[in-house]
């Protein structure tokens, strides 16, 4: 046993857990527990965030993109109510995080105190533990129940502390038990399972495959087994680089954010094979579709559209159990002409991106990542347009990675998720990808990464709109109130706040920007860079219904719906693609 403060054992419980860094705003009400750290300083990083929201965003991008907890901190009332909206990004996303908040001393508590709330009603909704201890001798053993929660559950763990208590010295020694972040599923397939999906493959004209992010880690099989059965792939947005972007077989996502072959290949499919992932627009699937799903969580079997078979077993087991019996297709018609669908698709967007005869296009900016990218980057993504134009072009092929809002879906969430991906990986490339609306949100915290210096490429789009909301806007036949925004020379801000400001409107200063950001990642750079890419304020095309196959629209549905989204090019249906084949 060795005697010290509470919240130095708490710090130590951290580190014990492998975290090397936090993210919080110090308070009144919990600075013992800030004094903690400060005593585990050399092992345990304070980032202090000039907004605690985002510190919880970038806890959860934390623990989305490396699988270890997140963990972020407020003081009493605001502090704790300004963690929320990372809290539920979290929840939404299934990704275990900490929030240690603070609470008003004990001799005051239940006294109608300054900022005193009963705050662990709070966070009943949004949490899968909370509980605010009531001994300073409880809390290192509450706050790592907390974190073996956030593991086992997937989601944040909330424990309240009153400041007065991590001021007090107990007798602490480190816990014995072993740290299980990620448990272990027994899964015993039943090989009936396997002879059944055989065979519905193999009486499938046009099957096809959808993944999503339960199938991390499982990139090789995914490939073996989309190359062996002669399967499309389509994947949930998180679930982006399951499969290599650039392989000839993958269509990209359905929906809004999607594509154009992704939406006819589900369209066209009559057998879809759904493993890990709980796509919550799978019910807009066609009807007649037979649909076998396998999922972990017999709660999500069925979920979102009926299954003709359910298996319920780990993704990555069930096709390594299909894999062994080594079938294989023959080639398809089905599969070409999905493939040249999508290298079509993709002809499409270089061709966009290479036009800038009237203004910068959002596709070119996104292309020019693309190009002065590694097979290493990380990219932080903010929801919006943004979103968008970036799933469809940024490249996830080798060992890049990226995080966005994908359930929650909450604006801001670029900047903190670039911050989180630079000091995760302090060694590798970072982009965050912003429209102005969410820079705007967050853009306080620039001076976070300036203060640390994390090298973050901070992108901003700005078409001076709410992008996303104005095309709804548009379908909905309404007036576009209340959507457009103020401009701003984010460039010259940046600089103003000790980071480096860069600017482009067309391709030719584009490419300078970018000359500059090689230049200065050559020489060892330590200044986050934001490009102010001022872009044209161009409505994307909505994926998640395209009219396009004349055997089910009429010549002017199809024509003016490719005007409205310049698809009047090297475009052909799907449909028109598979009658070439025959």
Do not use: C
Not at 55 to 60: C, E, P, T, V, Y
Not at 62 to 68: F, I, Y
């Amino acid at each position: 046993m060795t005697k010290m403060k509470a919240g130095q054992a708490l710090a130590q419980v951290l580190t014990s857990w492998d975290i090397d860094h936090i993210y919080g705003i110090t308070a009144d009400s919990i600075n013992n527990t800030v004094d903690g750290l400060y005593q585990e300083r050399e092992n345990l990083k304070y980032i202090q965030v000039r907004h605690e929201e985002v510190g919880a965003l970038a806890a959860s991008a934390d623990a989305k993109l490396t699988g270890k907890i997140g963990v972020s901190f407020g003081s009493a009332g605001p502090g704790a109510t300004h963690l929320f909206n990372g809290l539920y990004d979290a929840k939404m996303d299934h990704a275990p995080v900490l929030a240690i908040v603070g609470q008003s001393s004990t001799a005051v508590m239940n006294t109608n105190f300054f900022q005193e709330m009963n705050q662990d009603p709070m966070f009943v909704d949004v949490s899968v533990f909370h509980k605010q201890v009531v001994s300073a001798e409880q809390i290192p053993y509450v706050v790592d129940e907390a974190i073996r929660a956030a593991y086992a559950q997937k989601g944040p763990a909330v424990v309240i502390i009153p400041d007065d208590l991590s001021g007090q010295e107990i007798d602490f020694e480190p816990y014995k038990t072993a740290h299980l972040a990620h448990g272990v599923m027994e899964s015993k397939i039943d090989p009936k399972d396997i002879d059944e999906t055989v065979a519905l493959l193999k009486a499938a004209k046009h099957p096809l495959l959808w993944v999503g992010r339960g199938l991390a880690g499982s990139r090789n099989e995914v490939v073996e087994l989309a190359e062996s059965y002669q399967l499309p792939v389509v994947s949930t947005v998180p679930g982006t680089g399951i499969i290599p972007t650039d392989h000839p077989s993958f269509m990209g996502s359905m929906g809004r954010l999607g594509t154009k072959p992704a939406f006819e290949a589900a369209q066209g499919a009559d057998l879809i094979l759904f493993l890990g992932t709980n796509f919550p627009f799978a019910r807009f699937w066609p009807a007649g579709v037979k649909v076998l799903q396998v999922n972990n969580n017999a709660e999500d079997l069925g979920k979102q559209h009926d299954a003709d078979l359910t298996i319920l077993a780990d993704g990555h087991d069930f096709i390594t159990e299909l894999l062994a019996r080594h079938e294989s297709l023959p080639a398809s018609d089905w599969l070409k002409a999905n493939q040249k669908n999508k290298a079509n698709w993709d002809q499409w967007l270089a061709d966009l991106a290479a036009d800038d005869s009237k203004g910068l296009r959002a596709e070119s900016v996104i292309d020019a990542i693309k190009q002065n990218s590694t097979d290493q980057t990380v990219f932080g993504l903010d929801v919006g347009n943004n979103t968008e134009w970036a799933i469809r072009q940024i490249p996830v092929n080798a060992d890049q990675k990226f995080t966005l809002s994908a359930w929650f879906a909450t604006m801001g969430y670029g900047l903190p998720a670039g911050m989180a991906g630079q000091l995760s990986f302090p060694d590798r490339q970072v982009y965050s990808i912003s429209g102005d609306g969410g820079y705007a949100m967050v853009m306080q915290d620039l001076l976070t990464e300036v203060k640390y210096e994390l090298p973050v490429i901070n992108v901003i789009l700005e078409n001076k709109s709410f992008g996303f909301i104005q095309h709804e806007k548009l379908v909905a036949g309404q007036a576009p109130y209340g959507i457009d925004l103020l401009g701003a020379d984010w460039a010259k801000i940046a600089d103003n706040m000790g980071a480096i400001g860069l600017t482009a409107n067309d391709i030719p200063s584009l490419k300078a920007a970018f000359a500059k950001i090689q230049q200065l990642t050559a020489a060892g750079n330590r200044k986050p860079i934001v490009l102010d890419a001022k872009i044209r304020n161009i409505d994307p095309v909505d994926t998640s219904f395209m009219p396009l196959d004349p055997n089910i629209f009429d010549e002017k549905t199809i024509a003016d719906f490719r005007k409205q989204y310049e698809l009047e090019g090297n475009q052909p249906a799907l449909s028109e693609l598979l009658a070439e084949n025959k």
